[in-house]
């Protein structure tokens, strides 16, 4: 059973910075790619980034596309998300997922079997 548990949330003032992580157990995860994803109260979820594990590439969504990086640590078996340039609109419930098949539809939910339970970042203007 693959669990996915989220912290480093919190509250930061506009211009600030976090860093989020996953930590991954109950499978190997070589095969896998991870993402981000996040929901504002009121909306879709959303994708953020996502990562392949095994080579490291990585995705962003348009709308954090060089503010936020996504990188792994293949000895912890945690997944990060560091978030830069905070903005107001960044406030949401983020997600750490895990799709075990690796596909290249990283940015659709459905792909993704196994979700953390969210960590709540709020940026104050």
């Known amino acids: 059973q693959v669990e996915l548990v989220e912290s480093g949330g919190g509250l930061v003032q506009a211009g600030g910075s976090l860093r989020l992580s996953c930590a991954a157990s109950g499978r190997t995860f070589s095969r896998y790619v991870m993402g981000w994803f996040r929901q504002a109260p009121g909306k879709e979820r959303e994708f953020v980034a996502a990562?392949?594990?095994?080579?490291?590439?990585?995705y962003y969504a348009d709308s954090v596309k060089g503010r936020f990086t996504i990188s792994r640590d293949n000895t912890k078996n945690t997944v990060y998300l560091k978030m830069n340039s905070l903005k107001p609109e960044d406030t949401a419930l983020y997600y750490c997922?895990?799709?075990?098949?690796?596909?290249?539809?990283?940015?659709?939910?459905?792909?993704?079997?196994?979700w953390g339970q969210g960590t709540q970042v709020t940026v104050s203007s």
């Open positions: 997922a895990a799709d075990p098949d690796g596909t290249y539809s990283y940015t659709i939910r459905n792909r993704y079997d196994y």
């Open positions: 990562i392949r594990w095994s080579a490291g590439n990585t």
